[in-house]
């Protein structure tokens, strides 16, 4: 070849992740053969270059106190070092990008929605879930997750399959605890505070997702204002709140299924 299939692949991610915010392209050391890291402060992807399988592979990975965790294959691409032509790096780059890209749309999707009247009311789902994790610990993993994959937190989808049950074992079997006085006055707070779509999340999401017994249990700790909207949204129970898009799990769902 004329020009260096891992060079070139390499620039066009460099070239996108730079606008999001990632590190320029650091050398990684990986058994497998040549790799490199583009990271922020919580996710990183990798490019690999497996030279005995002859493929390239795009990973993901949250990160910790600045170290990657276990890699996740997000796409994987044979091409052989010899007979490859520019034109199969070139479709491999542009997969590569399609994935990348995906999150950044979210964000810009994200960023048109109006807030309205309340606009003076301006904490948002992501900032109370950043804030659940002084209550609940083990769900940084989870968000740390989400933006990998998806390039943010899909708060409605986060908080039915990720809080929910959390909030439903604290309430049942530990109702008198500092950890549910903590969660009542946090979802006081931001109810109080929050945007129209934080006010959303908290009452038709995440107390309506309780059960009878737990909410019982729940509803002692919460202000009058909850307390009062709670009990109307409860009515509305079993009407589903339409959850984030998913199109990108699908893709890479189908990309991991064809790797194996």
């Known amino acids: 070849m004329d020009f260096n299939a891992f060079d070139f692949i390499q620039g066009q991610l460099s070239e996108e992740l730079l606008k999001q915010g990632f590190s320029q392209a650091k050398p990684l050391a990986d058994s497998r053969g040549e790799a490199v890291i583009f990271s922020t402060e919580d996710a990183a992807y990798s490019l690999l270059y497996d030279g005995k399988a002859q493929h390239f592979e795009l990973r993901s990975a949250s990160v910790d106190e600045g170290e990657p965790g276990e ?90 399959d990720k809080l929910v049950p959390k909030c439903e074992a604290l309430a049942k079997n530990r109702a008198g605890s500092d950890a549910m006085k903590k969660l009542c006055a946090l979802l006081d707070d931001m109810y109080k505070n929050g945007d129209m779509d934080l006010r959303s999340v908290i009452t038709a999401v995440l107390l309506n997702g309780l059960s009878d017994e737990a909410f019982a249990a729940m509803r002692e700790g919460l202000g009058e204002e909850l307390q009062k909207s709670s009990r109307f949204s409860r009515r509305l129970r079993g009407k589903q709140v339409k959850p984030e898009k998913k199109k990108k799990q699908k893709k890479v769902e189908a990309r991991l299924d064809a790797s194996r």
């Open 71 to 160: 890699w996740r294959r997000l796409a994987m691409w044979l091409f052989d070092e010899k007979e490859g032509e520019r034109s199969d790096a070139e479709s491999i780059a542009n997969d590569f990008l399609e994935i990348i890209r995906g999150p950044r749309q979210l964000k810009q999707v994200q960023q048109k929605r109006k807030r309205g009247k309340d606009e003076e009311r301006s904490v948002d789902p992501v900032f109370f879930i950043n804030r659940l994790v002084n209550i609940f610990p083990e769900i940084k993993e989870d968000i740390n997750g989400e933006k990998i994959v998806y390039g943010q937190v899909r708060p409605a989808t986060f908080v039915r």
